[in-house]
């Protein structure tokens, strides 16, 4: 499975952005798709997760409520909206697959294979 992530930006604080992750190649394999996030001299860290079957969200406290993520399963996409954006999402932002099932999708070892990064860019 390749991925390939495109949206980022620079946008004011109080605005919106919506990120995507486009899964090509055995994407009927894909269990679930996340993205991470890793800001300068920072881990990488979780910020939402789907499931390609149920849809289960998941999503980390810090984005909750402000954050959507969503997939369109005939176009192998997962789209990430991002709204009410704080300086503090400045980040780069990556998407992941994961292909077997698993109970829990919040680390980056929890995924088999990376997109590239989108810089998120949120000015004060």
């Known amino acids: 499975v390749q991925l390939r992530a495109s949206g980022g930006g620079l946008v004011q604080a109080g605005g919106s952005l919506r990120l995507s992750c486009a899964a090509s190649?055995?994407?009927?394999?894909?269990?679930?798709t996340g993205w991470f996030r890793q800001a300068p001299g920072k881990e990488r860290e979780f910020v939402a997760a789907?499931?390609?079957?149920?849809?289960?969200?998941f999503y980390a406290d810090s984005v909750k409520g402000r954050f959507t993520i969503s997939r369109d399963n005939a176009k192998s996409t997962v789209s990430l909206l991002m709204n009410s954006l704080k300086p503090e999402d400045t980040a780069v932002y990556y998407c992941a697959a994961r292909v077997a099932s698993y109970p829990t999708l919040l680390l980056t070892s929890h995924y088999d294979c990376w997109g590239q990064g989108t810089q998120v860019t949120v000015s004060s």
């Open positions: 190649g055995r994407t009927f394999s894909v269990y679930a």
């Open positions: 789907i499931t390609w079957g149920a849809g289960s969200q």
